[in-house]
């Protein structure tokens, strides 16, 4: 799948146009899904580019969430191999917000007692509102197109709701 996506790409120019605008070499598969780590400039002195898995169904991002959400199920199912073990792949793969996700599952299932329901529940809902308002206010300045997008789709809904 991702060598017939890179075949497309290469004989419909998008290399040779990235190598004339940016002087970049496209060399293979290993160009395609290697990134810094979490996919952010902050670690690119401090950590070494990793390839990134591409699980079954070859998209990293879908399936570092898949993981994520099922191991977040499995840990509040009593199960706590499978998230422990998820952890390492969820760095490999690069998600923050997948990561994020399970981190947060297993923190609340370590201090997740009866009486603390709603302390625990208020806790995961602020740290969820946190990460939000970070993850926008980061967003919004460096141009990531995840925002971009957000905004103008909560602009365009509420300047028409149907």
């Known amino acids: 799948y991702i060598q017939r996506?890179?075949?497309r790409?290469?004989?419909t120019g998008v290399w040779e146009k990235s190598l004339?605008?940016?002087g970049f070499v496209f060399r293979g598969l290993?160009?395609?899904?290697?990134t810094t780590?979490?996919?952010t400039p902050f670690f690119n002195d401090i950590l070494p580019s990793v390839f990134r898995i591409g699980g079954p169904n070859f998209h990293s991002i879908s399936y570092a969430?898949?993981?994520s959400i099922i191991s977040a199920w499995l840990l509040f199912r009593g199960r706590w191999l499978l998230p422990i073990a998820a952890l390492p792949l969820l760095l490999v793969i690069g998600s923050k917000g997948a990561t994020f996700l399970l981190l947060i599952a297993l923190a609340m299932r370590i201090i997740y007692r009866p009486p603390r329901a709603r302390?625990?529940?208020a806790v995961a809902l602020a740290l969820a509102a946190a990460w939000t308002t970070a993850a926008i206010a980061y967003g919004a300045t460096h141009g990531d197109y995840h925002v971009l997008g957000l905004t103008a789709g909560l602009r365009d809904f509420l300047a028409n709701p149907l």
């Open 65 to 67: 969430y898949a993981l």
């Open 30 to 34: 290993q160009d395609v899904m290697t």
């Open 5 to 7: 996506n890179i075949a």
């Open 37 to 39: 780590f979490f996919n």
């Open 9 to 11: 790409q290469i004989e």
């Open 119 to 121: 302390l625990t529940l």
């Open 20 to 22: 004339k605008e940016t």
